[in-house]
Nanobody, 127 residues
Framework: QVQLVESGGGSVQAGGSLRLSCAPSGRTFSSLSMGWFRQAPGKERDIVAGISPISSSGGSTYYADSVKGRFTISRDNAKNTVYLQMNNLKPEDTAVYYC?????????????????WGQGTQVTVSS
């Protein structure tokens, strides 16, 4: 069983930055694909970004169109932590952000295929 512990949410004005962190436990972090989803009130939970395990040929990342150029997902295997750096935040980024994990990269990009979820952390962006 994998447990995901998130931190870093909060309130910020438009144009500001926040960094979310997620630390999995219970399974070798380096073998997991990790992702971030978000869910605004009354809306579906959507993928924000995903990152594959790092291999000898590098790793893969995915970003939703709405966050490309503003958000960066990264992982530090030495610290067993995945990050979501969010810059130039907009009011429409306001949502509960969820850390996700799966044993395959393609699975961590789709809500129905995610194998492990964090508890969620609130991000609020005011105009």
């Amino acid at each position: 069983q994998v447990q995901l512990v998130e931190s870093g949410g909060g309130s910020v004005q438009a144009g500001g930055s926040l960094r979310l962190s997620c630390a999995p436990s219970g399974r070798t972090f380096s073998s997991l694909s990790m992702g971030w989803f978000r869910q605004a009130p009354g809306k579906e939970r959507d993928i924000v970004a995903g990152i594959s395990p790092i291999s000898s040929s590098g790793g893969s990342t995915y970003y939703a169109d709405s966050v490309k150029g503003r958000f960066t997902i990264s992982r530090d295997n030495a610290k067993n932590t995945v990050y979501l750096q969010m810059n130039n935040l907009k009011p429409e980024d306001t949502a509960v952000y969820y850390c996700a994990a799966a044993t395959r990269f393609i699975r961590v990009l789709v809500v129905a295929n995610v194998e492990y979820w964090g508890q969620g952390t609130q991000v609020t962006v005011s105009s």
